[in-house]
């Protein structure tokens, strides 16, 4: 189950924030943090699923997003965001990519 957890704004829109596994082979990254901006927490993992991401759940507050997370996806124009989940408490200095880098990134082949 991926961990994550969600922030709502002042206007009343919400910022979910995931962990989720990386689509990537077992040699890629650990995982990836997605962040979404929607009116509510329901309609960010509608957004998430309608993009082929159908297993995503949101259980709890586990993982809110940080300050600093919530201003990176307000100023991004699609409100859908990711980047490599941090390992272990240690930051990360990647910056965040659209979502559609993530979704056409190209399986390595053996």
């Not at 189950?1 to 709502?8: H, V």
């Not at 960010?44 to 997370?69: K, S």
């Not at 100023?75 to 941090?86: F, M, N, Q, S, V």
Request: hydrophobic share 45%; with cysteine; glycine share 10%.
């Amino acid at each position: 189950m991926a961990a994550g957890g969600f922030c709502k704004l002042p206007n009343g829109s919400v910022v979910v924030a995931l962990n989720l596994p990386s689509p990537a082979p077992a040699g890629g990254t650990a995982g990836v943090r997605v962040l979404v901006l929607a009116q509510n927490r329901a309609r960010a993992l509608t957004r998430l699923r309608n993009l082929g991401m159908r297993a995503i759940y949101l259980r709890g507050n586990a993982a809110p997003p940080t300050p600093d997370e919530i201003t990176a996806v307000l100023h991004h124009p699609d409100g859908l965001i990711w980047r490599t989940a941090p390992d272990n408490g240690v930051t990360v200095t990647e910056l965040w990519h659209p979502i559609r880098a993530l979704l056409r990134r190209p399986a390595a082949q053996a």
